[in-house]
């Protein structure tokens, strides 16, 4: 656990050997963990590792709403402590999120991979929409793990690779008393969504001098090609990658392609 100046206890998961630190920041309402699929598939021998739980996610305190994205970048900085020259590797609100905090603290990395980032244009303010508002009214509880499991198979989930989906059942929900419960409370995942477009990451990174690897699926939903392109502009120094066949839950769907494209970043190729 991070303990964040706010006192908010962010955790963390550590591995790997050597000297080519990679942070990895998960999507909205998932976990840590559905990043192990990813760290399995990687062959480098001097490369270490450090995933967390963004606050409200995982085994983080939920801290308290609104969750301004200046905080959520001020705790991948506080998670990060002295280190700097790290690989950073964020889906969706995670890459928009690294990159901010890259924004905040430079020198912070020394490589984005952006998949899917949560990195809008103006205009910039919180905003209620269909995903917020959907979020609310997602099912909280299953009456045991394997419920949970066989509803998101084949529902929402279905295209995911079977270890990502393990690693989000597993580790994205607790037994309570009402049975397999979401860690993720869907009030703070509304809230996450309502504040997506209420930061101003998409002015900032064109300041940023690290290099950037912006990742997109193919039939995404949220970053389709004439925005990706548009959001590409905004970097100095950003090569483009999209993952045929995938979706915007890229790294959980194709978890081999993700990890070839951050070895090529560890190899610097």
Not at 179 to 186: H, I, Q, R, V, Y
Not at 261 to 267: G, K, L, S
Request: aromatic share 8%; glycine share 10%; proline share 7%.
């Amino acid at each position: 656990m991070v303990e964040r100046a706010d006192t908010t206890q962010i955790a963390t998961t550590a591995g790997g050997r050597g000297a080519s630190d990679v942070l990895f920041v998960h999507a909205t309402g998932f976990c840590k963990e559905v990043w192990n699929p990813v760290i399995d598939r990687l062959v480098s021998e001097a490369f270490s590792w450090l995933s967390m739980d963004q606050r409200g996610h995982g085994d983080s305190d939920p801290g308290t709403p609104p969750n301004d994205w200046d905080l959520l970048a001020q705790d991948v900085i506080g998670v990060l402590g002295d280190r700097v020259d790290v690989i950073g590797v964020g889906h969706s609100s995670g890459g928009g999120v690294i990159a901010r905090a890259e924004s905040f603290r430079p020198g912070s990395f020394s490589h984005l991979v952006l998949i899917e980032p949560i990195i809008f244009p103006p205009p910039f303010q919180r905003m209620d929409g269909p995903m917020s508002e959907g979020t609310r009214r997602r099912r909280r509880t299953f009456p045991s793990r394997d419920d949970a499991f066989e509803r998101f198979a084949s529902g929402p989930f279905g295209s995911w690779a079977p270890a990502a989906l393990t690693a989000y059942i597993d580790h994205g929900f607790r037994m309570s008393n009402g049975g397999w419960e979401l860690k993720c409370d869907p009030e703070v995942e509304a809230d996450f969504y309502a504040e997506g477009l209420n930061h101003d990451t998409w002015d900032r990174v064109e300041t940023m001098d690290v290099p950037v690897t912006l990742v997109a699926g193919e039939h995404s939903n949220t970053h389709p090609r004439p925005y990706l392109d548009a959001l590409a502009s905004q970097f100095r120094d950003v090569d483009v990658a999209v993952v045929p066949g995938a979706g915007h839950l890229v790294p959980m769907e194709d978890p081999g392609s993700i990890a070839r494209i951050v070895e090529r970043v560890m190899a610097g190729t």
